[in-house]
Antibody
Framework: EVQLVESGGGLVQPGGSLRLSCAAS????????MYWVRQAPGKELEWLAN????????RYVDSVKGRFTVSRDNAKNSLYLQMNSLRAEDTAVYYC????????????????WGKGTTVTVSS | DIQMTQSPSSLSASVGDRVTITCRAS??????LNWFQQKPGKAPNLLIY???NLQSGVPSRFSGSGSGTDFTLTISSLQPEDFATYYC?????????FGQGTKLEIK
């Protein structure tokens, strides 16, 4: 079964750090781009970052640039999000998602999602 | 950044109704538009990619259309399990962006 499982969320004080993990199974992890997406309580989805198959290409949304770092370990079938200098507005459910690509049309879409891990930033 | 605007923000409908949700991009995104369904407490579920391509396993009552800046998601005959929040998302360029969501409720 194709599966993504996030972990590492929790309660952290403003200014603190957390490292989220996403464990992949049931597919060849090293063949896929991956994304991190979050959703603040009652809010819409927000794309945070992507990373290509070998980790050499990464992009971030401006709101997390310089504070969050995406990485992966293909030997461990794992994706990570290192989050530093956390703020109250980073409180959200964080999802990892697999990216499928239709190369003939350059369509990129998130076809597999984890269940999410909750991050709460509060003193 | 490309802004995605959905309308309406909420919608009441009955089982069996035909429903259309609209998504407008702040600039042309060709056909790089995806639709997701999300139920409370659950992760989003991909319905349609590339404007009109139905994801495997998604019922054929869901369809998508559009190009450029204007897109629609249509549910031809609402079923009880379709009451959820729907999001459009552009994959034209980073940062990828989502619409604010359309909450579909039972009338």
């Amino acid at each position: 079964e194709v599966q993504l499982v996030e972990s590492g969320g929790g309660l952290v004080q403003p200014g603190g750090s957390l490292r989220l993990s996403c464990a992949a199974s049931g597919f060849t992890f090293s063949s896929y781009w991956m994304y991190w997406v979050r959703q603040a309580p009652g809010k819409e989805l927000e794309w945070l970052a992507n990373i290509n198959q070998d980790g050499s290409e990464k992009r971030y949304v401006d709101s997390v640039k310089g504070r969050f770092t995406v990485s992966r370990d293909n030997a461990k079938n794992s994706l990570y999000l290192q989050m530093n200098s956390l703020r109250a507005e980073d409180t959200a459910v964080y999802y990892c998602a697999r990216v499928e690509v239709v190369t003939t049309h350059h369509y990129y879409y998130m076809d597999v999602w984890g269940k999410g891990t909750t991050v709460t930033v509060s003193s | 950044d490309i802004q995605m605007t959905q309308s309406p923000s909420s919608l009441s409908a009955s089982v069996g109704d035909r429903v259309t949700i609209t998504c407008r991009a702040s600039q042309s995104i060709s056909r790089f538009l995806n639709w997701f369904q999300q139920k409370p407490g659950k992760a989003p579920n991909l319905l349609i990619y590339g404007t009109s391509n139905l994801q495997s396993g998604v019922p054929s009552r869901f369809s998508g259309s559009g190009s450029g800046t204007d897109f629609t998601l249509t549910i031809s005959s609402l079923q009880p399990e379709d009451f959820a929040t729907y999001y459009c998302q552009q994959s034209y360029t980073t940062p990828l962006t989502f619409g604010q969501g359309t909450k579909l409720e039972i009338k």
